[in-house]
């Protein structure tokens, strides 16, 4: 789960597609020094961008990814117990 509080780089870590949340919104925050630092708050500020609308990209981002498998099909994951 993203956070307004989490750091821009974190966010670039936690998934492939944050990238691309952080571009659409003209914040080029892999190419920037304070990306290691800086908070999303701080950063979306910074480029005049409402934190909470990246925040929001970024988890229905993770969201929408599929959830991990065990290999076996038509079967639910985690196993009952």
């Known amino acids: 789960m993203f956070t307004k ?3 821009i780089l974190a966010a670039l870590e ?5 990238r691309g949340v952080f571009e659409a919104h003209g914040m080029s925050c892999c190419l920037c020094i304070g ?3 800086g908070s999303i708050e701080s950063g979306a500020i ?4 409402d934190p ?3 925040v ?3 988890n229905a981002l993770a969201a929408s990814e599929p959830k991990p ?3 076996r099909r038509g ?5 009952a117990s």
């Open 5 to 7: 509080e989490m750091s």
């Open 14 to 18: 936690a998934h492939p597609g944050a």
């Open 35 to 37: 990306a290691a630092s």
């Open 46 to 49: 910074m480029h005049q961008v």
């Open 52 to 54: 909470d609308a990246i």
């Open 56 to 58: 929001g990209e970024l």
């Open 69 to 71: 498998s065990d290999g």
């Open 75 to 79: 079967e639910p994951w985690p196993p």
